[in-house]
């Protein structure tokens, strides 16, 4: 019997416990646990560690960070407060350098405190219902893309075949996801088949996280290795690949998980079309071109090993970058909460949506 947790919030706020809840995504899917966030400190390490990981679900926990953190400050003085509130800041920044939600999140709390005529006890509640806004509005954001998306798909006989990788799902947001939202609204509109999740090593978010939300929703899922994905677009099992991102530069470019560039590169040689699904807080219009983008480089034991066996011999180098970046000219279509747009066409969406607000 496989139990179900449905709907799926990977960031909950404990109001009984004035604490932050978060679904331990590093045991998942042999475990479901949630874990106990008291203050900035630990959340720097649930972001680092990857309890809480996918770029929305950090940009989340690090809004509650910053709350958290900003009620442990005992000062009464607010010049005092911000100063210590940006020392909160800094370390919530060092913790993943690639997805800009992230930074994104720490920013606006850190305007939400700059507010000249609140005192330290006004700050502390104002930051708390700011992390409960960015965490309410990346929901309705991600259900905004999926119906977005699920307008572009290709119109087949047959029922689509979607291939994903990672996890971009609500365990990767707020909750219903990105590139998952689309594949959920698309299978709520019954037009979806299956989902095939790439595996995605080294950390294997597709084989454990997008696997194990599938289940939980009845959603069709094929597991695939990476490496098997060019095969199955070959045997003309795939009609779109649909995938998150970590950060958009303003001409396109997207950095993903590792493995996204080559799935997209095969795409392309099979005339398939390749989406991208994010929020607009995902795209960072201070970048003209995706090779700004940080890449993460992580621990070589994640490609040292599977698990926790070794698998490689004594002596060797390794490298493990944890994003890739895709170059614009391979995406179809961005798909936001503002509607799906292609990469040319993401500047002109963003000052229209920034000249709105
Ligand atoms: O290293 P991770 O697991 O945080 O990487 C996650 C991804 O690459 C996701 O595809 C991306 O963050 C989009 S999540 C909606």
Redesign the pocket.
């Known amino acids: 019997m496989v139990a179900h947790h449905n709907p799926v919030y990977p960031v909950r706020w404990d109001r009984e416990n004035q604490c932050v809840m978060l679904i331990d995504?590093t045991r998942l899917p042999a475990e479901y646990t949630t874990i106990a966030i008291r203050n900035s400190t630990e959340m720097a390490q649930a972001i680092k560690t990857?309890i809480v990981?996918?770029?929305?679900?950090?940009g989340v926990a690090a809004a509650y960070g910053m709350a958290l953190g900003a009620r442990e400050i005992k000062v009464g003085n607010t010049t005092e407060f911000l100063a210590q509130l940006e020392a909160i800041a800094a370390s919530l920044r060092q913790t993943?350098p690639?997805?800009v939600?992230l930074f994104w999140a720490i920013e606006r709390m850190l305007k939400t405190a700059g507010d000249p005529s609140a005192s330290v006890a006004e700050i502390q509640t104002q930051l708390l219902q700011t992390a409960q806004e960015i965490q309410a509005e990346d929901l309705q954001t991600?259900q905004a893309i999926g119906k977005h998306g699920a307008k572009v798909l290709p119109e087949t006989p047959e029922r689509l075949n979607l291939l994903t990788?990672?996890?971009?799902?609500a365990l990767?947001?707020a909750g219903y996801?990105?590139?998952?939202?689309v594949v959920r609204s698309a299978w709520e509109q019954g037009r979806l088949n299956r989902v095939y999740a790439d595996e995605?090593r080294p950390?294997l978010?597709g084989a454990k996280?997008t696997a194990w939300e599938c289940v939980q929703e009845g959603i069709p899922v094929t597991v695939i290795t990476d490496n098997m994905a060019a095969h199955c677009m070959q045997q003309g099992m795939i009609h779109a690949v649909v995938?998150?991102?970590?950060r958009i530069s303003a001409n396109g470019d997207t950095?993903?998980?590792?493995g996204?560039y080559s799935v997209a590169l095969a795409a392309k040689a099979h005339n398939i079309p390749f989406y991208v699904?994010?929020?607009l807080s995902?795209v960072d219009f201070k970048l003209a071109h995706g090779d700004e983008i940080p890449i993460?480089e992580?621990d070589s034991t994640e490609v040292a090993q599977v698990g926790d066996t070794r698998i490689t011999p004594e002596g060797v180098e390794y490298y493990n970058p944890?994003?890739d970046v895709t170059p614009a000219e391979l995406i179809a279509a961005i798909i936001t909460e503002k509607g799906a747009v292609t990469p040319e066409e993401l500047i002109t969406l963003g000052s229209e949506v920034r000249g709105r607000n």
Do not use: S, W, Y
Not at 165 to 169: F, Q, V, Y
Not at 255 to 258: F, Q, R, S, V
């Open positions: 995504q990857m990981r996918g770029a929305p679900a950090i993943r690639t997805a939600n991600c990788h990672c996890n971009a799902g990767a947001t996801g990105t590139a998952l939202g995605t950390r978010q996280l995938v998150g991102a970590d950095a993903n998980k590792i996204t699904a994010a929020p995902t993460e992580r944890a994003f």
